[in-house]
């Protein structure tokens, strides 16, 4: 991976498909990975594996994907619970516990967004369950299908717009019933899977968690820290940076990719080499090149 002389690669490690809330394919996702001059893209969707295998079989010749998730967690040590995101790479995709879990997150996330659809619908506002399940496409279903609901519905202009506190931010607002991240960390492990904890000061997002959760995290099995991300500020990218150093954890960058369900572009945060090779050194699935 390593050339002394060419440019350095452009690794971006943090993807979605629609085999979630993302608007291209897996097998679209790593074309439009090639295209953007990418080096390695990880696909992570939600609480998901379904986009590993047709991923792969559209590789392009010269690109690697690293197939992960994202697994929805919670921190219980606030009230309420902080949820939180894990990026998981290369685990085992048959470890029959973590495919359990991610079945029942699953299932909870329908649960939940037929719940936030019922308040909806009991202020007046016009959106179909049936309809946005079938949006979905058969992935993960998340608020960014409830958002173009309301979108198709002509009461929002926009995802983000969706995502205000009038909306899907805070008023039509429901947990979903996640993973304990202590668990998640664990299981992931156990799976022979390498754990990176997703934007996690990301303040605009809402409450995050304090650092020393994260010494904990890192003791109980951590690998890594998402530093550059949009949804960090300069002064959250730098405090990440060096929370990671103090810990010892790998530091990661990346574009957190959703199509055309958020503005940022592919390859517009990525991650160093040295973490690259701490996470393929660590995983236990191969990464698959094209
Ligand atoms: P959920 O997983 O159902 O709780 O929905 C969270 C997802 O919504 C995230 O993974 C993002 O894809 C998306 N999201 C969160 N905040 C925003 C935002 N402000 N604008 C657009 N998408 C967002
Ligand atoms: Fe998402
Ligand atoms: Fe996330
Ligand atoms: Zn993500």
Request: proline residues 7%; glycine residues 10%.
């Amino acid at each position: 991976m390593t050339s002394p002389t060419g440019p350095a690669p452009r690794i971006d490690l943090h993807a979605h498909s629609t085999a979630s809330d993302g608007t291209l394919s897996p097998a679209d996702l790593v074309r439009a990975g090639a295209e953007a001059g990418l080096d390695v893209l990880a696909i992570t969707d939600h609480d998901t594996t379904a986009g590993w295998a047709p991923a792969v079989r559209a590789l392009p010749p010269g690109l690697r994907l690293i197939r992960g998730a994202e697994l929805s967690c919670h921190w219980s040590g606030a009230q309420p619970p902080v949820p939180l995101h894990l990026l998981a790479y290369l685990f085992d995709p048959d470890h029959p516990e973590l495919v359990a879990e991610l079945t029942r997150v699953r299932a909870a996330r329908e649960a939940r967004g037929e719940r936030i659809v019922a308040l909806l619908r009991a202020d007046d506002i016009d959106v179909s369950w049936p309809d946005i399940l079938s949006g979905a496409g058969g992935g993960t279903v998340g608020r960014p299908h409830i958002a173009q609901a309301l979108i198709r519905a002509g009461l929002v202009a926009s995802t983000r717009e969706a995502f205000g506190p009038d909306w899907l931010g805070e008023r039509y607002r429901l947990p979903k019933d996640d993973i304990d991240v202590f668990r998640a960390v664990r299981l992931v492990r156990a799976a022979g899977g390498v754990p990176v904890f997703a934007h996690p000061r990301a303040t605009r997002r809402g409450r995050v968690v304090p650092d020393e959760l994260i010494a904990e995290l890192a003791a109980a099995g951590l690998a890594g820290l998402e530093a550059d991300h949009e949804d960090h500020s300069p002064a959250e990218q730098a405090h990440v940076r060096a929370l990671a150093a103090e810990l010892g954890l790998l530091v990661t960058g990346s574009s957190d990719f959703h199509g055309t369900h958020k503005s940022v572009q592919l390859g517009a945060f990525t991650t160093g080499v040295e973490a690259y090779e701490r996470i393929v050194a660590a995983g236990v699935t191969e990464v698959a090149s094209g």
